[in-house]
């Protein structure tokens, strides 16, 4: 489908942030930004290049002179001013994230709240954790690393950018993010905010531009100490043997195939909503989503009813309406690559127990799919190994418990994991067998202060509270 260009729409963003200011972009290039509801242009947005961060790199040199001696209560009262600056844009912040990138209303909403509250949870962090530790003659201080590029991808550009710069703040780094270019308008109303913060000069600098291009130059420049990128495994292992040359600290948050453990004793009246919460979380295209569902064979007819029953309260529509469950994908290249995993499903042999190819019926101007659940997968098919980033979810039986444990570990991925069951006990004895970072039981939960990050190729490093502080900090012993 061809994008459209509505004229009188079209704003363009020609700057990026640099030392407190909107400067003019050095690079020329011109990318549209389009609506992935009805494939219309809503923007043109002028890509940085390698100058643009370089000046970025600079200016976050400099700042980190004063910033690096920072207090703990000063860098304290930045987290808060940047949670108030938030707070009062989330309506703003909510409406250009349905716009640009197609989020349903309510997710965008949970979305850009935690987006602000990540401030202020970290901040509460900051307060716990002790930065020195000292015995006999010998004190440990915790120092910032140094300038830090934060790397994020576009599936929740502004959580994304609040959480990183909220824990390297707090840590006394400065920083040059880079945003996903696909992100541009989201990341415009961000920096207001955050603008409106009064952050010191160069403390927070933004360049928007191609990953091969800003991103590689963040990658390769000596004055960078550290990247904390969230994204895809190819660039993750890219830019861990790219910045090996200048023995860059890394943290990578990856992809996931997140498994939903569904034990015999689950109630699937909740368990079956919840899978759904849990699969088509963010329209599918989230890192943590729980896309395999481990069944047990013995309920495998019941579990097949409950999904045919409960589909109906998902529905895949506009994403500005409130009981929208399923908005569009980001972008035409997202939608085709959702549709080949369908087709490599179906090829595979697995059977598609509700959705199935091609755009919904009344939604075809935008990147909407339908969403889609397959039975009959084995672990071995391609769309129970790979991350698809789309709303479908893959029906896996298991004989017992240890089936069933097994089959959630055979993966190469490690990022999350669901249990649900009754016997509160024995879903904890399988958790703990799980090998990923985080396992949540019977639910979708979240707790700003409990480490993010994967096992396996998930990722190396953890994020958010003490642990994502932690991630910007190097520890400096000085003996007497
Ligand atoms: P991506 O890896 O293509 O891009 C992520 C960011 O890296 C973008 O800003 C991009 O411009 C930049 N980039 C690309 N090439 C680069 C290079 N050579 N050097 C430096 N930077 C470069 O990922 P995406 O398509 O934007 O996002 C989807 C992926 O992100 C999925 O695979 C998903 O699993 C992952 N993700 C992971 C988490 C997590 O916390 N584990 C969260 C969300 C998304």
Redesign the pocket.
Known sequence: MNAVANKDAIKKITTHYIDAAFVESHGREVMNIINPTNSEVIAGVTLGDAEDAQRAIAAAKRAFVDFGRTTKEERAKILRRLHEAFSARLDDLTDVMIKEYGGTAVFSRLIIEAAANVFLATEKALQELPLTRSWGTTTVIMEPVGVAAL??????NSF?LSAKLASALAAGCTVVI??????SLQTQVWLECAHAARLPKGVCNVVT????V???E??RNPDVAK?S????????K??MR?GAATMKRVT?????KSPNVLLDDADLKKAIPAAFVIAFLNSG????AGTRLLVPESRFDEVKRAIVDAVSAFPVGNPADPKTAVGPM?TQK?YERVQSYIRKGIEEGAEVLVGGQGRPHGLEAGYFVKPTVFVNVKNDMTIARE?I?GPVLSVITYKTEEDAIRIANDTSFG?HAFVNGTDIKRARRVASQIQAGRVAINGMLDDQQAP???FKN??IGR?FGTYGIEAFLEPKAILE
């Open positions: 790397i994020t991808p576009w599936n929740a994304f880079k945003p996903s270019e696909l992100s531009g191609r990953g091969d800003v991103g590689a963040l990658v990247i990128f969230t994204g895809s495994v190819a660039v993750g890219s830019i790219d990578l948050e990856l992809g996931g295209q989230a890192c943590a980001v997202q991350e980033f990022l993010f990050g994967g998930s990722g994020e």
